[in-house]
Nanobody, 123 residues
Framework: VQLQASGGGLVQAGGSLRLSCAAS????????MGWFRQAPGKEREFVAA????????NYADSVKGRFTISRDNAKNTVFLQMNSLKVEDTALYYC?????????????????WGQGTQVTVSS
């Protein structure tokens, strides 16, 4: 399984970005997906997770109400819509595939990781 994240970039505070993560293989719809991020000098942290059908989602408190995770199983793609971006959202964003139908916020529930896409929010 290969995960290719894209959509990162430089944006001003208050702006929006939409991240995409395309997965290879034919079993995408069987697994939950998640987004994590890592800022310089900090540990990787959970951002959002989504179940196989998209019916269940979960978000870190820091992004609730601003970020939305979604998926298109027909296109093997998971998205992260990020609105009202803050300087503290600056990080390398990773998508990951859960080893089950829903991975939640624990990184240990994810067995495949993408290479990351950089999001930089300027003040």
């Amino acid at each position: 399984v290969q995960l290719q994240a894209s959509g990162g970039g430089l944006v001003q505070a208050g702006g929006s970005l939409r991240l995409s993560c395309a997965a290879s293989g034919r079993t995408f719809s069987r697994y939950g997906m998640g987004w994590f991020r890592q800022a310089p000098g900090k540990e990787r942290e959970f951002v959002a997770a989504i179940s196989t059908s998209g019916d269940s989602t979960n978000y870190a408190d820091s992004v609730k109400g601003r970020f939305t995770i979604s998926r298109d199983n027909a296109k093997n793609t998971v998205f992260l819509q990020m609105n009202s971006l803050k300087v503290e959202d600056t990080a390398l964003y990773y998508c990951a595939r859960a080893s089950r139908s829903y991975g939640g916020g624990w990184p240990g529930n994810y067995d495949y990781w993408g290479q990351g896409t950089q999001v930089t929010v300027s003040s």
